[in-house]
């Protein structure tokens, strides 16, 4: 940008569409309200004050597929729930992204062997963007989830997106 | 009422279905690989009979066990034949408990419907039917429970094959 640079009167920045668009997306990844199992308690902790991933713009869970840009899985995924996490994955508009937040939900956990219910992770169903490792993870290691899904979008192109590899 | 009490009251009213009892003993000394038995006293009563015992057990002035617990099974071994079906009842007047065991062939896993006597029974026994396979005659609404509808095979038994693949999800 050096050519352009004080070229134009005060309260005059200039930038590509592409920082700013995905300045605008990271800062404000708004969270679907839902919890599957015991890792949901941890992300409830996360919403509150002490750890307030209102900090980073993700704070407001919304209580509607269509409002959210984020889905983080928080728990166990059984095959019934499965095809409800799928078919709320499809409600949402893009750009979306989802966390698979602890071991059950990366790749079915303590359940993995024996659960005959369970989904052995939620890659199965919906493309994850993210894991965080944890049986809960604690708070801390959801925030940092969260970071590297906004370094993600920060690389993201508004002409074209990168390939997913899910 | 302890155990051996309710376990007379019952003979005197000739309970239907009693077999037997099963009670905790201490290691027998002299012999050393007995190990004796823990666990609480239980009475064996016979399956297709379970609906008019606990119905005694409820309605007789001296026992009054107006409230079902729990009613739930188990596979021993996939050498048995047969599979174990356990209820708990409870006296609320009295206080006291009562644990009664049936066992049930797996080859022909139906037995009567307790719902008539104790409305509890209901969720138990459905959730019986998809994890054992038991078929209870007589239930008001044998709909699965927990596992989705159109679910193949019954989880809890010892010989369960888990399957390949649920709508699509791979399952391996």
């Known amino acids: 940008m050096g050519l352009l640079e004080q070229q134009f009167e005060e309260n005059v920045l200039t930038t590509k569409v592409d920082w700013l668009i995905n300045w605008c997306r990271l800062q404000s990844v708004w969270p679907m309200t839902f919890g599957l199992a015991c890792c949901a308690i941890e992300m409830m902790a996360v919403g509150c ?16 597929p269509r409002q959210a840009d984020l889905m983080i899985v928080a728990g166990t995924v059984n095959f019934k729930m499965a095809e409800r996490i799928k078919r709320l994955y499809d409600q949402m508009p893009s750009p979306k992204y989802v966390i698979a937040m602890g071991a059950c939900a990366t790749g079915g956990g303590p359940y993995y062997k024996y659960g005959y219910t369970v989904v052995k992770g939620v890659d199965r169903v919906v493309p994850v963007d993210v894991y965080v490792a944890g049986c809960p993870p604690r708070p801390e290691a959801l925030l940092e989830g969260l970071m590297k899904l906004q370094e993600k979008i920060q690389q993201s192109s508004v002409i074209r997106r990168p390939a997913r590899t899910a | ?20 009892s099963d009670e905790p003993r201490a290691a027998d000394p002299a012999d050393k690989k007995d190990k004796g038995r823990a666990g609480d006293p239980f009475l064996w009563v016979e399956a297709q009979a379970l609906p008019r015992f606990l119905e005694l057990c409820r309605d007789d002035e001296r026992l009054r066990f107006e409230c079902l617990i729990d009613l739930t099974a188990t596979d021993p071994s996939k050498d048995d034949p047969n599979l174990h079906v356990v209820v708990q009842l409870l006296s609320l007047a009295f206080r006291h408990r009562l644990m009664v065991k049936c066992t049930l062939p797996k080859a022909a896993a139906s037995m009567p419907s307790s719902v008539p006597v104790h409305r509890a029974a209901q969720w138990h026994e459905r959730e019986c039917g998809e994890m054992f396979g038991i078929t209870f005659t007589g239930h008001p609404d044998p709909r699965h429970i ?11 038994r010892k010989d369960y094959v888990f399957p390949d693949e649920y709508h699509g999800i791979s399952c391996k």
Do not use: N, Y
């Open chain 2, 146 to 156: 927990l596992l989705p509808e159109d679910w193949i095979g019954t989880p809890l």
């Open chain 2, 1 to 20: 009422m302890d155990f051996r009490g309710i376990l007379d009251r019952l003979k005197a009213r000739q309970a239907p279905g009693l077999v037997g």
């Open chain 1, 49 to 64: 004050a002490h750890h307030d991933i209102d900090r980073f713009g993700a704070g407001a869970f919304r209580a509607s």
